[in-house]
């Protein structure tokens, strides 16, 4: 193909994805080289070798003719906002390698015919909307390397993928796969990292998945397994992370994994483990987090552990641990939160956990521990929440204890106390339990993985909670503002999060959050926006997010929402945008919206609502963005619309809307899309 053909189909492109209203289309449909056009690369001849045009505000579908640009060995238009489906076309492009569309809003099944792009080397199609069964031909891809399809809503994962030799990176993380792993998966001898949390996979881990010699990293949680952890992951040398959380996992945990000797983190909470936890974990002294939270493991915590200096975080809570806690723990100084609450353990505290000096959180509540709490802990000068709530303790609160807490975090209904401390003012009650905002934060960074955010500076220390990251508070030190969009967050938003009763803004925009939408947030009744779009997040609006009377943006799009549209969100007479976009919402658009008087934009575009479009619509005067598009709605565009005299855009395409446009909607851009006769001035059909 030459130059003027290229030429030809990168106009097509432009033209297709609304060019003129790019980030930057410098050159673009000028007679300038392709070299000089925006994002292009091209050969000495001419030829378009690469097309790079991410987070560049490209709108509409990708056109078939780009299938045309024989030459293409790039293709990168991650973090746009084009939608439909992948052109099968794509498949004419022999020569391809990188092929990146994450971050978009694609549809559909994958193409079956990129199965025969034999010299691609990376497909990064995470956070999209496709589906259906992840296709068998990926299996003729002989050169892959990477394959991202995170954050789909793929179903099923080939056995073929155990032919990619070369394969190095597997994500298949957050999407809907069912079934069992393949166990031909072991036969990818240059694997890398599996990641497949995230999905409704079940029946046992393939024992082997321990021949992947070269794996780094396995990310099994949030799943169905079930059955016992196969012995055969010991035999996994340059192993780093072991995540296998959240499952059904039973058994005991298997002595052969400390053999695992690059091992930095090992997560198995939230299962059905029994038998003790194994000295030979002892043996690995490059781990940094350990958690078997909320299993079934009895007998007494390894002494062993105490070698393990690396490790900045313990959780072996809600078992039932016994025997006394290890004085050897105090050799853990980097430990930054220890927590063995919820347990069996009895015996003194050792002092030799004063030695912590990173400690920032310590629990050992509801135990069976008796004698004094020593005075050594009082040390920990980093130390902001410590519980030793439920024990036998007896004696005096350690002197360097009693400043845990500065007075503007306490709030002293909800203090619990213990044995008392003696200073020169008599007796006060000790603290057992952190409270207030500060804790808040606290819950929300385990909740969201917080030691491997982008940016945690200050988290957990003992600095002003507005030297926190993100976080911004008022003269009185509580919260009134979270901003953590892009940084990495991973796990469940906290039902916590709803005792920030000062907070006015929160957003979390572009994270890897799950879980459902707390209905406690509904009862932050300062809260003025919330962003928590673009993420992961399932379940239904709640509805008691309509008791926000001072909201004034409500952002939800692109995560898996379900479920209906609350009608209590008409109550939120501030709201000037409402974004419930790109989700999986259902049933009709309530009238109620047509209580919003002071909305300005309302998205419920592709969803999959049905129903009439609500005549009430029309009393938002003050709209001026309107988008329905790809629904399943009925019925014919009420004539009550036509009052919109403010509105700029409309989307009402990828619907079922039969009648005609109403007078006042006939000069609204791309009305004419909906190939309906315009009304005539008694509104029916002419």
Known sequence: MDEASDRAALTVFYSVTNGQKWNDSTNWLSNRPLREWRGVTTNRWGQVTKLNLTWNQLSGEIPAELGSLSNLNTLALTGNELVGRIPSELGNLSNLKWLKLQDIQLNGEFPAELGSLSNLKWILLGNNRLSGEIPSEFGNLLNLELLSLGGNDFTKMPCELSNLAKLKTIVVSYNRLSGELPPTLGNLSNLESLTVEGNQLSGEIPRELGNLSNLQALWLNRNRLIGEIPSTLGNLPNLK???????????????????????????????????EIPAELGSLTRLQQLNFRNNQLKGPIPVELGNLTDLNWVDVSENQLSGEIPSELGNLTKLTSLDLSHNRLSGEIPFELGNLAKL??????????????????????NLISMSVYRNQLSGRMPEGLKGVLEESDLENDLWEYSTPSCDAGGLKPMPVAMTGDRVVLIAFYNATDGPNWTDNTNWLSDRSLDEWYGVDTDIDGRVTALYLEENQLSGEIPSDLGSLTKLEDLSLVHNHLIGEVPSELGSLSNLKSLYIHENHLSGSVPAELGNLTELDVLSLSQNQLCGIIPSELGALNSLTGLYLDTNQLTGGIPSELGNLRNIECLHLAWNQLTGEIPAELGNLTKLDGLFLDDNQLTGEIPPELGRLTNLQELGLVGNQLTGCIPEGLRDVPEISDLGLPLCDTSGELP
């Open 360 to 381: 920032t959180s310590l629990d050992i509540s509801y135990n069976r521990l008796s004698g004094e709490i020593p005075f050594e802990l009082g040390n920990l000068t």
């Open 241 to 275: 992370v072991l995540d296998l959380w959240e499952n059904r996992l039973s058994g005991k945990i298997p002595t052969e994994l400390g053999r695992l000797s690059n091992l930095e983190r090992l997560n198995m909470w939230d299962n059905k483990l029994t038998g």
